[in-house]
């Protein structure tokens, strides 16, 4: 009779350890953001990996973490544009 073996791979965690550089390049990509902004999102908002994806506009379900990408400006949007030369 075989016995399952035990499932060693890395699964991420509910927080986010800032010391840990496995933890900061893991988040980052999957935030797409620089790991300074991360840890800034961290100190501001705390490491719950929730909290830190709505600090993105990212959102986490089942495990999985969803960043819809920036919305368009339009009428009445809060997204402005990029400002040009006046």
Known sequence: MRVAKEDRS???RAEIDVSSSHD???WAGKFSVSEDALREAVEE???????????????????????DPEP??????????AAGPP
């Open 10 to 12: 890395w699964k991420p």
């Open 24 to 26: 900061m390049r893991y």
């Open 45 to 67: 908002v705390g490491p719950n990996v929730r909290s830190v994806a709505t600090e993105f506009g990212c959102i986490v379900t089942d495990g999985e973490v969803r960043c």
């Open 72 to 81: 368009e400006p339009g009428p009445g949007s809060r997204v402005s544009a």
